[in-house]
């Protein structure tokens, strides 16, 4: 703070820093932070159960005491009548880089000490696709991402580089726990000095940055898999894979093979039958296999390719690829699944444990694929598949959020309104009035990371930080910690809970397994008191030693993966044995799901901002001056914009089915002809929230996008792609309320 007003710098050894940390000045005391704990009105006056109010009805303040009786006496009856697996312990998000004040470890702590356990998720809404079917068919999906090809080994070996979807450094602006220092626009400026050549398959030309020089594939969105198949399939006509590879490393290959040369379907996947699937010329598709061959390539699929239907096929599909060119497992070459998708990916890991927040081991088994609450909601005994296993979706009475904004990572959010009205009671721990507290029964105000003590760390980030509250907490805004303990208090849980500690001795308690381990390795092993008052300790990393797909290659009898067959899976016997018909035992062209229509005539790309993170701090100056008219900005073709009669800074509305927002539009070349871009993390802000599809005012893509998984192996989430009408919107633009507390949140009947 310097004269009252904070200031924040990067880090000074950050040779290209995030500009996000731009949002905190404003955002710390910005009017959209919630001010004390808050009940919903109609639950306050008639108790837990279904009601279509969520969302739509008012709220009353009342104290501290009030709302942590209310909240535990439900608790108590939800535990009691239903059991613990009536809950869910929702926590999905980017709460905090601190490891102790980590919202995800104390909501499920709480819950399993004091509730008896909870109903969680397992899987991401950024990989669910990949994090299920990398483990069939290379093994440890940690090791793929967080220990394989490192940034240092593309700068110094790579001559090639093919990226399905890009690397674009706003992903690798954040990583969670935090980043110290922003390497990659260095590493890929070094690798492109040196004759590293740089090949872009995208609609969005800002997937990569200008500095590299990169060629250009502008493909249509969701044809990445055709791609890959005509490369290979140019590769093995022209005897430019590498069989000795193949036979020796992998297994299945015969089968595809069989089906990439057409003789199980009739139809060969080469470069003739890829160019009207993928908008790119069948000679630029032969003479990019061509280039690749031979050379220490390596190849890129970014977590946005598996981000909608059939997003298992382009992620086992480059691992193909990869294989075909005989480079995975090679410095700087083979496979880097989601490099660049997120700030510790491509880094060394620490060599020493970092502090972690202990959960405890949750008692109730049952879960969910994350991105499948709104379908155990609307469907509870319902069936359905996941990972070869028939699952029943159990019943929830209460769900309890602390950390993240369901309203941002959520598709069809029309449909989760409708979810969510389903439920006994919602709760929400919440720093601001985001949509998802708006649609909670009682509110608990939360600190944000400013204004608490705690210590950051990253698995793959050397530096150590000590994190000192620089602010006093909001009105009466309480950490997750303070707000558990109380409540563990009331339930009979308060010792079992807290350990007896304050957050300072469990920041002493957590550091401590860290300052053990560099003492035993030798190394300056301060005590807490010292490295609180320090700028940092720097943790000694491990050898950049390609992780353990190079110790496979080296000796794949001695070091075998942990598939099934201790190989990589071209064809998986174990997927083919689950008879799933949206993803067979080997990669396959299952169909373009996202093909405009006279109705929805634009494939939009729903990616992520590069103002915030994800939602957070929407209402920060950064993400705000990103803006055009307070709404979120639509990237267009000049070309599809002249057809339209659009204009540069004209308001847009984009619609279908599910639902419809506004946006502003920005033209730009960069962009593929028929698709238009608009980011995610826009906050959602219903024109009239008594509707059933109310036009979101602010931009919010997910009022668009599709709530269904991404096939029956994996149950991902689809978000990445849909398909849109977009007209001018001529009427006098509507009121943003999106950053109001919710007393001044009325509809327009009530104006």
């Known amino acids: 703070m310097v004269d009252g007003r904070l200031e924040v710098k990067p880090h000074p050894d950050d040779p290209d820093p995030n500009q996000i940390i731009d949002n905190f000045p404003a955002a710390l005391r910005h009017r959209a932070r919630i001010t004390h704990p808050m009940v919903r009105k109609g639950w306050l006056e008639n108790g837990p159960g279904p009601d ?56 499920h702590r709480f819950l399993t000490i004091a509730c008896g356990g909870y109903v969680g998720s397992v899987t991401s809404y950024s990989s669910g696709a990949s994090q299920v079917l990398i483990p069939h068919i290379m093994g440890d999906y940690e090791g793929l991402t967080k220990r394989n090809v490192t940034w240092e080994q593309v700068a110094e070996h790579t001559d090639i580089v093919l990226a399905f979807g890009g690397m674009a450094l706003k992903n690798a602006m954040v990583a969670g726990g935090g980043v110290s220092r922003h390497v990659e626009r260095g590493a890929m400026q070094q690798a492109a000095d040196r004759g590293c050549e740089f090949v872009l398959a995208s609609p969005l030309r800002a997937d990569l940055p200008d500095e590299v020089g990169a060629t250009w594939l502008p493909c ?9 198949m005509a490369l290979v399939h140019t590769l093995v006509v022209e005897e430019r894979h590498d069989r000795a590879f193949l036979d020796r490393y992998t297994t299945g290959w015969p089968i595809f093979e069989r089906y990439l040369l057409g003789e199980t379907d009739g139809l060969p996947k080469d470069a003739e039958w890829a160019a009207p699937i993928t908008g790119i010329a069948a000679a630029d598709i032969v003479s990019l296999a061509r280039r690749l061959a031979g050379k220490r390539s390596l190849m890129v699929v970014a977590h946005a390719l598996q981000r909608a239907e059939h997003g298992e096929q382009p992620v086992w599909m480059g691992m193909v690829l990869s294989a075909a060119l005989g480079q995975i497992g090679l410095p700087g070459g083979g496979y880097a699944y989601a490099l660049g998708a997120i700030a510790y990916y491509g880094r060394r890991t620490n060599d020493v444990p970092i502090p972690t927040f202990p959960q405890c081991r949750n008692p109730i088994r ?22 070869g296993e028939t699952r029943t979706y159990p019943t929830i009475k209460l769900v309890y959020w602390a950390g993240g904004n369901p309203f941002h990572h959520h598709q069809d959010l029309n449909r989760l309104r409708q979810a969510l ?3 006994d009671t919602m709760v929400v721990h919440e720093s601001a009035w985001t949509a998802t507290a708006r649609h909670a029964d009682i509110v608990l105000p939360a600190t944000m990371t400013l204004e608490r003590q705690d210590i950051g760390a990253s698995s793959n980030d050397p530096l150590l930080i000590p994190m000192h509250a620089v602010a006093n907490p909001h009105g009466q805004a309480r950490d997750d910690y303070a707000i558990f ?16 500690r304050t957050v300072r001795e469990w920041l002493v308690h957590l550091y401590e397994p860290t300052r ?4 035993e390795n030798g190394l300056p092993a301060p005590n807490f008191d010292a490295f609180f008052e320090s700028e940092g300790l720097v943790l000694p990393q491990k050898p950049d030693d390609g992780g353990y797909l190079r110790a496979f290659r080296e000796a794949p009898d001695t070091h075998p993966l942990t598939t099934p067959s201790g190989r990589l899976e071209i064809y998986s016997q174990t997927i083919a044995s689950f008879g799933e018909a949206d993803c067979p035992g080997h990669p396959t062209w299952l169909g373009q799901p996202y093909v405009p229509s006279a109705e929805t005539p634009y494939v939009l790309i729903s990616n992520q901002p590069r103002t915030r ?17 307070g709404r979120e900005v639509l990237t267009m073709n000049p070309q599809d914009a002249a057809k ?16 419809a927002c506004l946006a502003t539009v920005r033209l730009s070349e960069g962009i593929r002809g028929g698709v238009v871009q608009l980011p995610t993390g826009a906050w959602y802000d219903p024109e009239d929230p008594r509707e059933e599809k109310p036009l979101c005012v602010h931009g919010n893509p997910n009022v668009l996008t599709r709530d269904i998984g991404t096939s029956a192996l994996a149950q991902g989430c689809t978000g990445q792609l849909t398909t849109v009408r977009i007209e001018r919107f001529n009427n006098p633009l509507p009121k943003l309320r999106a950053f109001e507390p919710p007393e001044e949140f009325l509809t327009p009947s009530e104006r």
């Open 52 to 107: 279509q109010m969520r969302g739509r009805d008012e709220f009353v303040s009342v104290s501290w005491e009030t709302a942590l009786d209310l909240l535990a006496a439900e608790l108590r009856r939800v535990r009691d009548v239903a059991g613990p697996g009536g809950i869910f312990g929702g926590s999905y998000g980017w709460a905090s880089a601190g490891r102790f004040h980590h919202a995800q470890s104390q909501i």
């Open 220 to 228: 249509v969105p969701g044809s990445d898999t055709a791609l890959m």
């Open 366 to 387: 049952d879960y969910i694929p994350v991105a499948r609450i709104a379908d155990m909601l609307l469907h509870p005994g319902e069936t359905y598949r996941f990972n």
């Open 421 to 423: 009205a389903k439920l």
């Open 485 to 500: 303990a109380d409540l563990s208090e009331r339930l009979g849980a308060g010792q079992a809970f807290t350990e007896g």
């Open 516 to 519: 053990q381990a560099l003492a």
């Open 613 to 629: 993170l994800h939602s957070q701090l929407d209402f920060g100056d950064h993400s705000a001056a990103a803006k055009h008219h």
């Open 644 to 659: 339209d009669g659009i204009s540069e800074g004209d308001i847009l509305k984009l619609s279908n089915a599910r639902g």
